[in-house]
């Protein structure tokens, strides 16, 4: 199940998701690393052609991540391969995401300051951030945000 997902972008969402916590658990019965509810979980799975797993399962780091990066996969490819949608979806779903489309092209960074969801607005800043200090730990060279930050275009 290999969704080709840049391992700094996965460091960054789970940090927000879970602060690293295998057994994390939401109020909203997100489970694991990468914080996957279990019917998402399942259609993910399905999708890979996996069975889906039993939501105990999803605490376990070698379920949950590859899932998860799945689902995160699956959001960036229906986001046209812009992360900052990609997020907003990981955390608010795609159709909210579609609702926020600008009617004409806006800058990345105007978009997100604009997500109407205070939750989801600052988890998308939050893990943009993260996945900056990643590079640059893993680099030790700034990262230009632009570059992985495209323009979003209405529908």
């Known amino acids: 199940m290999g969704a080709n997902i840049p391992v700094q972008w996965l460091y960054g969402v789970m940090r927000k998701e879970s602060a690293f916590k295998p057994d994390a658990t939401s109020s909203a019965g997100a489970l694991g690393l990468l914080q996957m509810l279990p019917g998402t979980a399942a259609m993910t799975a399905k999708a890979a052609g996996q069975p889906a797993p039993e939501p105990e399962a999803l605490k376990d780091p070698a379920i949950n991540v590859p899932l998860g990066a799945l689902h995160l996969r699956e959001v ?71 570059n992985w930050l495209p323009a979003v275009e209405p529908q």
């Open 76 to 146: 960036l490819d229906k986001s046209g391969g812009r992360w900052q949608m990609a997020l907003a979806a990981y955390n608010a779903g795609f159709r909210a995401v579609t609702r926020w489309l600008p009617p004409k092209t806006m800058d990345a960074d105007i978009w997100i300051e604009n997500i109407p969801f205070n939750e989801t607005r600052t988890y998308v800043q939050r893990i943009l951030f993260h996945v900056a200090v990643y590079q640059w730990l893993e680099t030790k060279k700034g990262v230009r945000a632009n």
